[in-house]
């Protein structure tokens, strides 16, 4: 429930999706408000426990993505950035940009 109030209080005013699907119909909606190119960029979202010294990545729809990254790579963190980014210039289209975090 705290979720669901989360998302449609904070999350939705400054993130275009949690998907592919919610992030071009966010781009689309705001193109049809008059808006010429929006921003985009890649997140992902971690938590450190600094007791065990372990990081924890919330659960989201890329769990098959990350397991092809650590088959591919030992470094999953930077290799699922860089299949989120690849991803998201897919979206990309006239008169937007991709910021790169």
Known sequence: MLKAILKLT????FCAGETEKETTTCVKNLKDL???GVILTYAKETVF????????????TMEKTREL??????DTDIEAWRVGTL????????GDILAIK
């Open 10 to 13: 904070l999350y939705n005013q």
């Open 34 to 36: 008059g808006f010429k």
């Open 49 to 60: 426990d600094s007791k065990s010294k372990t990081v924890d990545h919330p659960s989201s």
């Open 69 to 74: 990254e650590a088959s591919v790579t030992n």
């Open 87 to 94: 991803r998201t210039v897919d979206l990309i289209s006239e």
